[in-house]
């Protein structure tokens, strides 16, 4: 006997064809008390707005077996309904009783559905309102958690800009829907299940922390061993890399270890190879050669670094985005 929520039409079956690298547990939807309301701060319309792009942020980003939702509402992938109405798709990600990561230590209790957009400046198509409510009416009689909650309601996450829109109005389809604001920044987070400076820091970051400011505000915190109950800077970590607005560069050959522009890669032989070199070193991912010469070795560290600081780009080849994390290390280590 299968739950009322699969025959909406705008429902599609994705369990288990989703990216993932392992699985989660499933601990039986009757642990599940709370259904957790998301939306992803992407803009609904971009290419990225859909379960299968979350998923692979979730997988190679965060470094967690699948994605985070149970379901994923679409708004740019309508599907017309036999009443001839259009609806947001759903993609069903997970059983409900899967013990999924979305909200931390509240992950057991929970299911999680993401809305895809960014509801601090979108507004809720009629679509999706549409997909929302219905999903939850389906939700009620399939017996599916008890009570409905925003992200932002969940212990410890106040702060986060996650849902915005007013979901329980969505749920009666009453629109217009009112913007909530979340809580101010917390100076300090506790860590929770599944928490990464990536997931922490979001696609854009909360309130403007970056995870290049978590990096350079947390020196003595490895993003690779993060601990449930271990407390990182997160208000406090404003600016500690992103300089304030206006604030002038200061230009790369004032820095004990200047970093190159540009992109390098296997075969890049000079001065910048050198200069990368060093910096390497210095933060301890160590070539063994200060040769100026992009050979295997350099390429390794480049990896190692990456999969420490930039999970989602372990190609060896430096960039903007290695740079700008290197730059980080660097000045968490005080150069
Ligand atoms: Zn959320």
């Known amino acids: 006997m299968g ?135 389906a939700f009620i009689r399939d017996g599916i958690g008890k009570e409905d909650k925003a992200h932002n309601e969940m212990p410890g996450y106040s702060w986060k800009p996650c849902c915005v829109f007013d979901y329980r109005a969505a749920f009666y389809f009453n629109p217009p829907v009112k913007v909530v604001q979340p809580a101010p920044l917390p100076g300090e987070y506790v860590i929770q299940e599944g928490d990464t400076f990536f997931s922490i820091a979001g696609q854009d970051g909360p ?33 500690a890399h992103t300089p304030v607005p206006g604030t002038p560069k200061k230009p790369q050959e004032t820095y004990k270890y200047p970093l190159p522009a540009g992109v390098l890669k296997s075969g890049a032989k000079g001065e910048a190879v050198k200069q990368l070199q060093r910096a390497l070193d210095a933060v301890y991912f160590k070539s063994g050669v200060n040769d100026g010469s992009y050979g295997p070795k350099t390429v390794d560290a480049v990896k190692r670094f990456q999969m420490v600081y930039l999970p989602y780009e372990v190609d060896g080849v430096y960039g903007p985005n290695t740079r700008k994390r290197l730059q980080a290390v660097l000045k968490s280590k005080g150069y």
């Open 207 to 239: 309130a403007g922390i970056t995870t290049e400011d978590l990096i350079a505000a947390n020196p003595d915190v490895d993003p690779r061993k993060l601990k449930v109950g271990q407390v990182i800077k997160l208000g406090k970590a404003k600016n």
């Open 3 to 137: 739950y009322s929520f699969e025959k909406l039409p705008q429902l599609v079956d994705m369990r288990g064809k989703l990216p993932s690298n392992g699985s989660y547990v499933n601990v039986g939807v009757n642990a599940k008390t709370t259904r957790v309301w998301h939306h992803s701060l992407t803009n609904s319309d971009l290419a990225g707005s859909t379960a299968e792009a979350f998923a692979r942020f979730h997988v190679t980003g965060n470094g967690w077996p699948g994605i985070g939702y149970h379901f994923v509402v679409e708004p740019k992938n309508l599907i017309k309904g036999p009443d001839g109405r259009m609806r947001a798709r759903i993609v069903w990600a997970h059983d409900p009783g899967v013990k999924s990561y979305h909200v931390g230590n509240s992950n057991k209790q929970a299911v999680g559905i993401c809305v895809a957009g960014d509801y601090r400046s979108e507004k809720l198509a009629e679509a999706t309102l549409l997909t929302i409510s219905e999903l939850h009416a």
